[in-house]
């Protein structure tokens, strides 16, 4: 009887335990969590810089760092502000951790479409964007003037970086638990502006 009762004992605490492991809370970051993101973002091929946080790579690829801030980004995980395998690389990861996450055309700006190239009637152009090269905007598509022949011009209307593998590499710097400034870098973020933001409290 009583190896019995000890087994009988044994068979109630073990779901008991399952349960207490079951409701662990996840480690590392998740959805929702705001986190200040420092990146470079380059092609595979050539090493085209696609975008960076860091002042000194623009100033290197020859870009005008005075027309923006500088600094790691603001995001909030989960909404979609940067690439998802990005993301998805990011999450259960700590502050202080880095990676880099390849990142195939199609998941980045898409593959490269013949039938996005078309032939225009040149009058469809802006005067001053008549040359190879110009950007144009035409009946609501955007996209740059490859050739001009007589009366016609040749445009491409695929993203500039169709057809390319994005590296992108990351370091996450910290993360944003304060109210006013995870307000306030969400607020960057989605109007691309600083704003002072604080909250009135009774």
């Known amino acids: 009887l009583r190896g019995m009762s000890n087994d009988s004992e044994a068979e109630k605490t073990e779901p008991v335990a399952e349960d207490a492991a079951d409701e662990e809370p996840e480690s590392g970051l998740q959805s929702g969590d705001v986190v200040k993101l420092a990146y470079t973002a380059r092609t595979v091929d050539e090493g085209q810089l696609v975008d960076t946080t860091d002042e000194d790579v623009a100033d290197e690829e020859g870009i005008d760092t005075d027309q923006q801030d500088w600094g790691p980004r603001t995001i909030v995980l989960g909404d979609g502000h940067i690439f998802p395998d ?117």
């Open 86 to 202: 990005v993301e998805e690389d990011i999450m259960g990861k700590a502050v202080g951790d880095e990676g880099s996450v390849t990142i195939a055309a199609a998941d980045a700006f898409g593959e490269y479409d013949e039938e996005q190239v078309r032939t225009v009637s040149k009058d469809k152009i802006p005067e001053d964007d008549r040359y190879p090269g110009g950007h144009v905007d035409i009946d609501g598509e955007h996209g740059h003037v490859e050739t001009i022949i007589g009366g016609r011009a040749r445009v491409d209307f695929n993203h500039p970086l169709a057809g390319e593998d994005v590296e992108y590499d990351y370091e996450i710097v910290e993360e944003v638990t304060d109210r006013e400034e995870k307000a306030a870098g969400i607020l960057d973020l989605m109007l691309d502006m600083r704003l002072d933001v604080w909250f009135e409290t009774e």
